[in-house]
């Protein structure tokens, strides 16, 4: 799947537009802006997001779960890193039947045991995530 989303980038986009259209209710996706002990910032670059692959990590948020529960869920899943969710940071409704939700998160791991620069954390889910990276903040050179 992660193949075709690179070599078809504008079929995904267009079921996509089509999945948010004929969407029946309303979806909430949540996501963690990580900091670790040194101040810098965690993205990832997924598979799946063909024109802007780095991205903060997170996930949709499951029936009956708490946002902030999503953001430890799903960063647990993908990266292999506990972290400590804080405060809401950000809310807002890109589209008029889907809510997006920003966390403050910490991490008291060493991310550089986890994460070298340019390398894949060892836990890393392939099938999401290529591969993510600790970035001093202000400072993202993504390529």
Known sequence: MALISRRFPRLIAMALVS???FQI???VGAVGVVFDLEGKI???EYAFHPKMPWGLPGGWVNRREYPATTVRRE??????LDIEVGPLLLA???SRN????????RTDNTVGVLITNYSIISGLNQSNCRR???FIAGRFNVH
């Open 19 to 21: 999945r948010r259209f």
């Open 75 to 80: 960063i647990k899943e993908e990266l292999s």
């Open 92 to 94: 807002e409704t890109p």
């Open 132 to 134: 993510c990276r600790m």
């Open 98 to 105: 889907h809510l997006d939700l920003a966390y403050m998160c």
């Open 25 to 27: 209710g309303f979806s």
């Open 42 to 44: 965690l993205l990832v």
